[in-house]
C-alpha cells in the first residue's frame, strides 16, 4: 500500500515563505492531496495535483510535484499567523487515500 | 448542506465501558470513512464504506471496534469494551466518489469526536 511521509514540525516567521515538504510510494497514485487541520477542527482539502502536473498555483499556494522523486510539496507565500495548522499530505492509491501524519506549521508573529 | 455531522462531540468513560460514535454523511455522498487521529500515530484510517457496504477494515485495531452503515445517513463505530489506550480524536469523512473509480476524491471531514477513556 501506500506511504506517506512527511516532517513534523516547519517554524515561519509572519510574511516569509513556508515549505513543507512530504514523500509518497506509490508510483500509480493518481492525485496528491493538500489538506489544512486548524487547532480542533476536521480536516479542510486545500488542494490538490493530479499526477501528470508538475506545478499547480492557487492564490497564496503552490504545489510543486516530482513525480521521477516521489516528492510534493506545498510552498505558502506570504505566510499569515490564520496559516497555523497541521498540514497533512495524501496520496491515492488503488481505492483509498493514504495519509501523510502532518506537518505543525507554525508562524511566528 | 451543514457538513458531515459527528456525535457526540466529547466523550469521557471510563475503562470497559461501551462507547457509541455517530457520523451522519453529507447527502449524496456514497462514501464514507472513519479515522482516529493520536499524537503518536497520527491519521489512521479504521474502515469506509461504498454505497453502505464495508471495503477495507484492514484499519481497525481489534475485535473490539466495530463499525456499521444501515443506511446511507447514518454510520457508527463502536468500542466494546474501551481502553485507554482507545483515547484519541475519531473522524468520520465522506467524499462522493471512491470503491477505486480513479475519479478525484475529496474527503470532507467531520468535527471529530474528541474520547477520552479514563
Known amino acids: 500500500g501506500e506511504d506517506v511521509e512527511q516532517s513534523l514540525f516547519l517554524s515561519v516567521r509572519e510574511g516569509d515563505s513556508s515549505v513543507i515538504n512530504c514523500t509518497y510510494t506509490d508510483s500509480s497514485s493518481t492525485y496528491l492531496y493538500w489538506y489544512k487541520q486548524e487547532p480542533g477542527a476536521g480536516l479542510q482539502l486545500l488542494t490538490y495535483i493530479f499526477s501528470n502536473m508538475d506545478m499547480k498555483q492557487d492564490q497564496r499556494l503552490t504545489v510543486l510535484l516530482n513525480k521521477k522523486d516521489k516528492h510534493l510539496s506545498l510552498r505558502i507565500a506570504d505566510t499569515q499567523t490564520g496559516d497555523s495548522a497541521i498540514y497533512f499530505c495524501?496520496?491515492?492509491?488503488?481505492?483509498?487515500?493514504?495519509f501523510g501524519i502532518g506537518t505543525k506549521l507554525q508562524v511566528i508573529p | 448542506d451543514a457538513g458531515v455531522i459527528q456525535s457526540p462531540r466529547h466523550e469521557v468513560t471510563e475503562m470497559g465501558q461501551e462507547v457509541t460514535l455517530r457520523c451522519k454523511p453529507i447527502s449524496g455522498h456514497n462514501s464514507l470513512f472513519w479515522y482516529r487521529q493520536t499524537m503518536m500515530r497520527g491519521l489512521e484510517l479504521l474502515i469506509y464504506f461504498n454505497n453502505n457496504v464495508p471495503i477495507d477494515d484492514s484499519g481497525m485495531p481489534e475485535d473490539r471496534f466495530s463499525a456499521k452503515m444501515p443506511n446511507a445517513s447514518f454510520s457508527t463505530l463502536k468500542i466494546q469494551p474501551s481502553e485507554p489506550r482507545d483515547s484519541a480524536v475519531y473522524f468520520c469523512a465522506s467524499s462522493s466518489e471512491g470503491g477505486g473509480t480513479s475519479e478525484q476524491e475529496t474527503q470532507y471531514f467531520g468535527p471529530g469526536t474528541r474520547l477520552l477513556v479514563l
Open positions: 495524501a496520496g491515492e492509491g488503488y481505492q483509498k487515500v493514504t
